[in-house]
């Protein structure tokens, strides 16, 4: 059997409502640079789903793709004939047939086109009818069936499908805005940035890099995640920040307890400021609460006293093994632990503060003059553009 189109549900999409026009046509877009490779296909949207018209293209790599794609629910192949009751009954069975250990089956019949002249219930029995008189040793089971045709009569033609693959699901990427990702190279920032693709948002990255303390292989571990994000989402951009001479001067000047917690806040500051200048929204950055030192309650507190910006924190309430799954899922695991320490790792207290108080962290850090150093920062920072990645070697199982 020749099927010759994919079907793609939106899931959460439909409920949209007055703006399911723009999330559709961000999920259209996202869809068709993906198959930017595939220049025969035809993508076509309507309000509840989307069709690929395949024009003889091998369809596994296709839905392989597509199934990576934030937005897309389910797809499934499928058939179109014309609303011909013969033609469809042809394909039905083709479609049984084709089914991999299936003995049993259902139909279920969906009839939008309600000129088409036999309603739903009576058409299932007219399709039933047909399978089990033309092959042996099916039965109907409407309850646990092995495989479930399904006929959708529409206006413009019937799509017959037997199967339901699963998608990413949640919004496409760039539906919900964009923010920086504070991407360090270990395992939690990249899983955090994967997640706030699920949720519509646009990832651009910072990264701190203090050489010589951390090395190119270091610095290229973070690129190398950065690339394999894209195959989640669009083009990111990284901004590489040379933060040597600051962080130098916060382990000069500041108590050694406390270093670690205005570090971060300089981080968070020059973030902003990158953020600002890119039209970004938000901060992302991929703490859990309690996993270290810097991830206390009063750490976050102190922290974050530092930024007017909105603070996004997916891996919240995950622990370590939790992330690990999905750093494995979405393949950056291998590399994210790579053994190349980033900046977090330099000049580490032995015992920092795990309890900071906010007034000790501004005192300190109003003993510092650091408007030139961030000056500085912000007119070297080296930005990097990767674009969407369009194929992988293995494809990872997702869900």
């Keep these: 059997m020749l099927y010759d189109h994919i079907l793609i549900r939106y899931g959460e999409l439909s409920l949209k409502n007055k703006n399911r026009k723009k999330f559709i046509y961000q999920l259209h877009e996202n869809v068709r640079t993906k198959l930017i490779n595939y220049p025969e296909l035809k993508i076509k949207n309507s309000r509840d789903r989307m069709t690929i018209l395949l024009n003889g293209q091998d369809p596994e790599p296709i839905i392989e793709a597509c199934q990576t794609i934030y937005g ?11 609303n011909d009751t013969e033609q469809i009954k042809h394909a039905a069975l083709q479609a049984l047939k084709e089914a991999t250990d299936a003995r049993t089956f259902k139909i279920t019949t969906k009839r939008a086109d309600k000129d088409f002249p036999i309603g739903s219930q009576e058409f299932n029995h007219v399709i039933g009818s047909h399978l089990l008189t033309n092959t042996e040793d099916y039965t109907v089971d409407v309850h646990h069936p092995d495989v479930e045709l399904h006929i959708d009569i529409r206006k413009q033609g019937t799509y017959i499908t037997s199967t339901r693959i699963k998608g990413a699901g949640g919004l496409p990427v760039g539906s919900a805005g964009k ?10 920032s990249p899983v955090a940035g994967y997640l706030m693709m699920g949720r519509g948002v646009k990832l651009e990255a910072v990264h701190f890099h203090s050489p010589p303390y951390t090395s ?11 690339d394999r994000l894209t195959f989640y989402g669009n083009e990111i951009k990284v901004h590489i920040v040379p933060f040597t001479a600051l962080q130098q001067k916060i382990h000069r000047e500041i108590p050694y307890g406390y270093s670690m917690t205005v570090m971060r806040r300089m981080m968070l500051k020059i973030s902003e400021k990158i953020a600002a200048k890119e039209n970004i929204l938000s901060l992302t950055t991929g703490e859990s609460l309690g996993q270290v030192a810097s991830q206390t309650m009063e750490s976050m507190h102190a922290i974050n006293e530092v ?14 093994e939790a992330i690990i799954r999905i750093s494995q899922q979405i393949d950056t695991y291998d590399i994210s632990t790579r053994p190349y320490e980033d900046c977090c790792t330099v000049f580490v207290p032995n015992a920092p503060k795990t309890k900071p108080k906010l007034d000790k962290v501004k005192y300190f850090e109003g003993l510092m003059d650091v408007e030139g150093d961030i000056t500085d920062i912000m007119n070297d920072i080296e930005t990097i553009t990767f674009p969407l990645k369009q194929e992988k070697d293995t494809f990872a199982d997702l869900f």
């Design 72 to 82: 897309v629910q389910s797809l499934s192949l499928a058939i179109k004939v014309d």
């Design 179 to 188: 923010t920086l990702l504070l991407l360090s190279g270990g395992l939690d």
């Design 216 to 226: 190119e292989a270091a610095k290229q571990k973070v690129l190398d995640l950065a």
């Design 307 to 320: 930024t007017n910006y909105p603070l996004l924190r997916p891996l919240v309430s995950m622990d370590k």
